[in-house]
């Protein structure tokens, strides 16, 4: 997939590039640093254990120069012991070994030394502690209690430092072994994350084009990335029903606010051109102006609706007694009714009980449930209507609104409360956008309550409304 190059913006790296490269330079420099410090150390650490070594190797010349009788004497087998002790530590000339006497006096040396060539050396290793070329160890030759001469060692500082070449050999493959496994490790780690996060970008870009028929391999090992497919592909699912589902509600509401736009301008036209005259006339205005009203009402809905989920709505939360207001709303509504329908039946406590809200959406969403129980009405059966008011354990008021009519089918329960929903009884008997059920819910949660459809499977329709109790 190509890199998208948008004006004033530079060049984006892939994954893979950006940490393969910075991981190779981080664990490369790393591992150096570490090496560099190992190799100092195992150095310092040979120095010390040779020279604890080489102090051994002189107490040991020191007690096999003493004869019986208590004198300096060297050994004919000293040489050899010597010569020994090299191939031991695998040194040649490096190793001198020097046995002075009381005095100071040269008695033997390997390599063989002039005495001042041997002055020279011990100036060098004993007086000068930063000399760059000997470390001297010594030990005193002891006979009857007395100091008969000294055995000193010496050794040159790189071979005591040194290191094998088989040893940096090993040390060496280590260090790259370990730069090239951490390297294919990340590698391997950036091309996996890099290929979902690809999928993932290759799918935006189809869904910013328009096409939302995603379908992703979400057979993933991993959990967060089989998570963020199986998330991506369901918000794509969701984008497209959302698509379809404002097609589909653009197309109802041009439909719906149509209807009445052509109703009203052909009854109007005819009274205008004379097609109509007299009473018949007025007839056709009263239809037209009954047009006009529920075209208002339907723009009224809309417009609500919409400042609603805007959140510029104004909702209020005065604390009120539940049981006058649900008596005045219920009053208000059976006067708009012309007698045409029977009392609601208004079960209420006998004492007052107190909720937080607003009382002018509180009116409106208990009419709105009464206005859809009108409508469902059955024909030729009386319509009862019953209105309840309880207060639940959580420090809650709840009021239910129950009608006999025939109810909302099984799978329309889920859907009543989408926006622009009708179910089909209505969409062929009753114009309207179906916007009642959704913004009574979002008034309902404005109050910091809830407005939900009884699911029990009884003859009739129940909805529920729950408010905060007052304290």
Do not use: C
């Given at each position: 997939m190509g890199h998208l190059k948008l004006p004033g913006n530079k060049q984006r790296t892939s994954i893979l590039s950006?940490?393969?490269?910075?991981?190779?330079?981080?664990?490369?420099?790393?591992?150096?640093?570490?090496?560099?410090?190992?190799?100092?150390?195992?150095?310092?650490?040979?120095?010390?254990?040779?020279?604890?070594?080489t102090a051994l190797l002189a107490q040991?010349?020191?007690?096999?120069?003493?004869?019986?009788?208590?004198?300096?004497?060297?050994?004919?087998?000293?040489?050899?012991?010597?010569?020994?002790?090299?191939?031991?530590f695998k040194v040649t000339v490096e190793m001198c070994v020097i046995i002075?006497?009381?005095?100071?006096?040269?008695?033997?040396?390997?390599?063989?030394?002039?005495?001042e060539e041997m002055r020279h050396k011990l100036n060098d290793s004993l007086t000068d502690a930063?000399?760059?070329e000997f470390k001297a160890a010594s030990a005193a030759i002891q006979g009857d209690g007395e100091a008969l001469g000294q055995v000193i060692v010496l050794q040159s500082k790189r071979s005591l430092q040194h290191i094998p070449q088989e040893e940096i050999t090993f040390f060496s493959i280590i260090i790259i072994s370990l730069i090239v496994l951490s390297w294919l490790t990340i590698y391997l780690l950036s091309v996996k994350l890099a290929k979902p996060v690809q999928k993932v970008a290759a799918a935006a870009a189809q869904i910013s084009s328009g096409q939302y028929n995603i379908v992703l391999d979400t057979n993933a090992k991993e959990r967060e990335i089989?998570?963020?497919?199986?998330?991506?592909?369901?918000?794509?699912?969701?984008?497209?029903?959302?698509?379809?589902?404002?097609?589909?509600?653009?197309?109802?509401?041009?439909h719906e606010?149509?209807?009445?736009?052509?109703?009203?301008?052909?009854?109007?036209h005819a009274v205008r051109e004379g097609v109509v005259e007299g009473d018949e006339a007025a007839e056709f205005l009263d239809i037209a102006l009954l047009e006009a009203g529920r075209l208002q009402h339907m723009v009224a809905d809309l417009l609500d609706y919409n400042a609603l989920t805007a959140g510029i709505v104004a909702v209020r939360h005065d604390k009120l007694d539940a049981v006058p207001l649900l008596e005045e709303i219920v009053y208000q509504w059976?006067?708009?009714?012309n007698g045409e329908v029977l009392d609601p039946l208004l079960h209420l406590p006998g004492k007052p009980l107190l909720l937080r809200g607003d009382p002018l959406r509180i009116q409106q969403i208990i009419v709105n449930l009464l206005n859809n129980s009108l409508q469902a009405a059955v024909p030729g059966t009386p319509l009862q209507l019953t209105v309840s008011l309880t207060e639940a354990p959580h420090g809650n008021a709840v009021i239910t609104v129950t009608d006999n009519g025939p109810g909302i089918t099984p799978e329309n329960c889920e859907k009543v409360f989408e926006a622009f929903f009708r179910g089909s009884d209505k969409q062929s008997t009753l114009r309207g956008l179906g916007l009642g059920l959704t913004f009574s819910r979002l008034l309902a949660e404005a109050m910091g309550g809830s407005l939900a459809l009884d699911s029990r499977p009884e003859p009739g329709c129940t909805f529920i409304l729950t408010l905060p109790h007052a304290l």
């Open positions: 950006y940490w393969t490269v910075r991981y190779l330079l981080i664990i490369s420099v790393g591992l150096l640093v570490t090496a560099l410090l190992t190799f100092w150390w195992i150095q310092q650490e040979a120095m010390n254990n040779r020279m604890q070594t040991e010349i020191a007690d096999r120069s003493v004869s019986p009788d208590g004198i300096v004497k060297i050994s004919p087998g000293l040489q050899k012991l010597v010569e020994d002790r090299k191939r031991f002075t006497g009381p005095e100071g006096e040269l008695l033997f040396s390997e390599p063989k030394l002039t005495d930063r000399s760059p089989h998570e963020l497919l199986i998330s991506f592909q369901e918000m794509a699912g969701k984008l497209q029903q959302f698509e379809q589902s404002r097609a589909v509600m653009l197309a109802g509401v041009s606010l149509k209807t009445p736009v052509t109703s009203i301008k052909g009854l109007v059976k006067l708009t009714q």
